[in-house]
Structures are given as C-alpha cells and as structure tokens.
C-alpha cells in the first residue's frame, strides 16, 4: 500500500533535529541570557563518578580524549558546548545476563522491552531473585535511565527511558546499556535524531551486529544550558500529545503538525488509488480464469479440441513420464463433485485437480555444510520468500548437492510462512528449500496460465494454512479445483492478460512516480519550515491514476 511508503518519522525526526540545533529555542535564549551554562554539572558528575569507583561499584576509566573543533558536526548556539556521553553520565554499563525464572517480583528489561514509544514490559522475562545478591546496586535500574539497545539487526540503537513501572527493582539484561545522566530527557531526544541514528558506528565481531561501549561513551552531543533543555523536551514532549491544539504548540512544531495533516490526507488518497490497482488486479485475474476474458474468441473460434480431451493426453504424457522413472506415481485424488465447482465455466473447458495437470516437486532444506553464502560453486539455493523479489529470484546461497531440484521455466511458489510468491525458475537448475515448491508443466498447459489460477487463489491458500508458521501443504495444492481451458485458449487468455496487466503496471508506475515526487517534496516543505517559508503542499500534489 502507498501508506506504508511514507516515512511519517520524517515529520517526528524534523523537529527532534530542530531541538537539538537549538532552532526550537531561539526566542527562548533572547528572554533567558544568563541562563547557567550545563557544564557546572560536569563536576558533580565527576564527583559521583568518583564515588562509584570508590566503593567499588564501578572500575576507573581512562579519560576520555578532549572535543577538538574538527570533531563538531554542526554550529550550535552560544552558550552550549560539545561533550562526549561518557563525560556527562555517572554510569554507562551494558546490562548483565541474569538467571531466568518463569516468575519472580524483578523482570528484566531486554531488547525486544525497549521502543521508540516508550518501555513495554509485555515481554519482560524475569530474574531468579535469590541471584540478586550478585548484583551491585549500581546496576538496579532507577528513573530516567537511558536504555539504548545495543546488539540484534533491527533493534541496535533503539532506546527510551526508564520510567516507573509497577515493580519496586527491575534490571537490564546485557543486550541493553543503561546511561544515568542528569541531562537524560535531552539526550533521549538527541539519541533518537538523525545526527545520532545515521552516524551510529556500530560494530560486527561479535558475529552480530552491536553497539559496543566505547562508541556510546565516546559519542559527541550538545549540551545546553540545563533550563533551555527542559524548554526543548517541553516542546519536543508536545509532538507525542493528542490534547495540545495548535494554538498552544510552538510555532515550528505547529507547523509541521499542519504540514503532517496534509500530507496524511495525501497518503490516503495515494492509498485508496493502490487499492484500486490491486483490485483491478484481482478483476483481471477472475476473469482470466473463469473464460470472461476470451468469450469473444470461443465465438470466432469454435471448433478448438474441448479440454476434456486435453485432460486425457496430460494423462498419457504423465504416464509416459512415470513408465520412464522421470517422475514418481502419484496417489489418486478424489472426484470433482458438483459441490467442488465453485462457479460455472464454458462448455469446452473441464474441471481440473491441479495435480492431474502440473508435476510438483517439493522442496527440502539443507544442512549448513551442504551449501554455501560466499562463493557461487554449485547451483542456487533458493530457501525461501527472502529469494523473491518482483518475481525475480535473488541469489545468495549455492550448493553442490541438490536434491529437490527445479528446472528452468519452472514456476515457484513459496508454500510456508510469507505463502503465495511466485518467479519462474531463471537456472538451468536450482536446488529448494520446503518453503518452496515448484510447478512444472508438460506440452499441453500453459505454465503462465497456472501462475494466473495460483495468484487467483492465494487467499484460498493461505486460508488452508496449518501450524504457527502458516504453511500449504503438497496435498492442499495438488488438490486445488481450477478450471481448465483447450490448448488454444490457454495461449489467448495469457496474450490478454498480458496486455491487460501490462497496462495496470503502467497506472503503478505513473502512481509511483507521483508518490515520489510528493516524497521529494515533503523533504523540501520540511526544510522551509524551518526557513520560516510557507509550508502548505501544493494541490498538484494529487495522484493522477
């Protein structure tokens, strides 16, 4: 869906950007000059940081390397500085791998507990609390801790602060590190800016991807004056509640939310024209199969071989092919009653099991040491949907020992967990996992047609879905009750259908262009509010489709 195009962080991210230049609290500091400067908590840092090592609840550091100008990735205001994180927090440590029980009054934060909306103890695990003596209490969590996510691909960099929650002690596990500052409010903020989140040097020698300790204590930050950071957090805060009119916000803040508004409305007319598409899709498809497509062509031309007759030689060639050991006997599928019809057909087509007419082969999943993701010795591994990219198969795993192998101008579906992708099979061979399956037709059907009747029923499929992983199985496809056309027409249906979604793919790609060019122009309306330029976006914005 166009929707889940737009980047709406974009708008949170703007004036997050705007706060931490100092562009929010430009008037502020014209009301405020004598604000005291943050860096008088600097010492007191210090001095609790000394405290901790004293009674030995934290090792001494080595001093950080002083901020040299080079080192400043932007002009901020007079009167802030450049700090590097580890100068400005008493405590900077990852979490502790704890001893889990399944209850306990103690939970632990983990990764997955920590959102950009906030801390989430749904998934909270819990400690053993007979192994809290082995936790100095420097580690127990207190209020306004910053988490921040420190390993896992999708996760690292994620932070939030620790608020009050309904248990008395909580603790972090070792895949979040826990920052206690006095400035935390202000450097949550600046933690989930652009500045911060694109610039993140994160790390993979731990075979995973990570965040690691020297890189947060050695992260450069501006620092405010402490009042001017409550007044940034007051109006960053402000982006986050539903009960603030506009009159009230700041005028950049106000802004954007009006410029969010419109640019909502605009993404929900690009929506609705998607869906549209897609439906259009769906139309072009049901009547493909269901003969609407080619009713003037059975009337130019009838006297074409009923598919009946059609189903008899499948037979035969089937037959021929298990007599010479090239394919396995399959087990006999049950009779198409009435009640399997699902609508009526023309009178030279015939109702059709899928296995009477395409041979299938299973996938089956191989172990490590039988493929390899470095080198392209061997043919392609194909695993799962992850290969499948706009019908079109992506390469990254190769073995020498294939089994469940697909030939070239095979069609593959995937059959478990993401159900429904298809491509047709582009190497000579190609060894499938068992979310996979692939079709393979003899010379009497037209392998595209039975793309068409599969992307026609994936809801029906996906419906058949078993387990935790939604999976189709072999006898779910193989039993699928399709309509089958003669020879001749299965040609025709798939010349129009061509054609047809060839000009669907056209409105897409207008569509697209048009959702592109409302993306490039969201950046630049972003970019004169903060120029103090008219925000409002433009009616040729609209769709054209």
């Not at 599928?333 to 099991?353: G, T, V």
């Not at 089994?403 to 069609?411: E, H, N, P, V, W």
Request: glycine share 4%; net charge neutral.
């Amino acid at each position: 869906m166009a929707k889940s195009k737009w980047d709406w962080d974009a708008f949170r991210l703007a004036v997050i950007e705007a706060g931490i230049r100092g562009d929010l609290t430009t008037e502020w500091r014209l009301e405020n000059p004598d604000t005291e400067p943050a860096h008088i908590l600097l010492d007191r840092i210090a001095e609790e940081k000394a405290e901790l090592v004293r009674t030995k609840q934290i090792k001494k550091e080595k001093p950080l390397p002083p901020v040299s100008d080079d080192d400043t990735p932007f002009d901020i205001p007079s009167g802030w500085e450049w700090h590097k994180l580890g100068a400005c927090a008493s405590y900077v440590q990852r979490g502790k791998s704890p001893s889990y029980v399944i209850k306990s009054s103690i939970p632990v934060i983990s990764q997955k507990c920590v959102r950009w909306s906030g801390l989430d103890m749904s998934p909270a695990r819990f400690i053993d609390e007979d192994t809290l003596i082995k936790y100095k209490k420097v580690r127990l969590l207190q209020p306004n801790d910053i988490l921040w996510n420190s390993t896992g691909d999708g996760t690292v960099g994620r932070a939030c602060l620790y608020e009050f929650i309904d248990h008395k002690i909580a603790v972090a596990d070792s895949h979040v590190t826990v920052i206690r500052t006095p400035f935390a409010k202000f450097f949550s903020y600046c933690i989930a800016s652009a500045y911060v989140q694109n610039n993140l040097a994160v790390q993979g020698s731990t075979k995973q991807t990570e965040l690691n300790l020297t890189t947060i204590k050695g992260q450069l930050l501006p620092l405010p004056p402490l009042e001017e950071q409550k007044e940034i957090v007051r109006i960053l805060d402000s982006l986050n509640r539903a009960d603030t009119s506009i009159d009230e916000l700041h005028p950049i803040v106000a802004r954007i939310k009006s410029l969010e508004r419109n640019f909502m409305a605009l993404a929900k007319e690009f929506e609705n024209q998607e869906k549209r598409l897609e439906q259009l899709r769906a139309s072009l498809l049901q009547e493909a199969i269901s003969g609407q497509m080619t009713a003037e062509w059975r009337l130019k031309n009838p006297n074409t071989e009923p598919a009946h007759i059609l189903l008899d030689r499948i037979a035969e060639e089937k037959a021929e092919l298990v007599r010479s050991k090239q394919i396995k006997k399959e087990k006999p599928l049950p009779p198409i009653f009435n009640n399997n019809m699902p609508s009526d057909i023309p009178d030279s087509w015939q109702w059709s099991r899928l296995g009477e007419i395409v041979q299938l082969v299973s996938g089956r999943d191989l172990t490590k040491s039988e493929y390899n993701d470095s080198n392209s010795d061997g043919v392609p591994y194909i695993t799962g949907a992850s290969n499948f990219e706009n019908g079109t198969l992506i390469e990254n795993r190769w073995t020498t020992r294939p089994i469940s192998i697909a030939r070239k101008g095979d069609l593959l579906f995937t059959c478990k967990g993401t159900i429904g992708a298809q491509a047709f099979c582009p190497f000579d061979a190609c060894h499938i996992a068992r979310q996979v399956m692939s079709l393979r037709c003899g010379n009497f059907i037209s392998i595209q047609l039975i793309s068409s009747h599969l992307a026609a029923h994936t809801q029906q499929l996906k419906s058949m879905a078993k387990s935790q992983i939604p999976g189709v199985s072999r006898g779910d496809l193989l039993g699928l009750v399709i309509p089958l056309p003669p020879l001749e027409e299965q040609k025709e249906i798939v010349r129009q259908l061509e054609v047809k979604l060839n000009a669907v793919q056209g409105l897409q790609d207008k569509l697209n262009e048009d959702l592109e060019t409302a993306q490039t122009l969201l950046k630049a309306k972003l970019k004169e509010v903060f120029e103090k330029k008219d925000a409002q976006p433009t009616a040729s914005l609209s769709p054209s489709v």
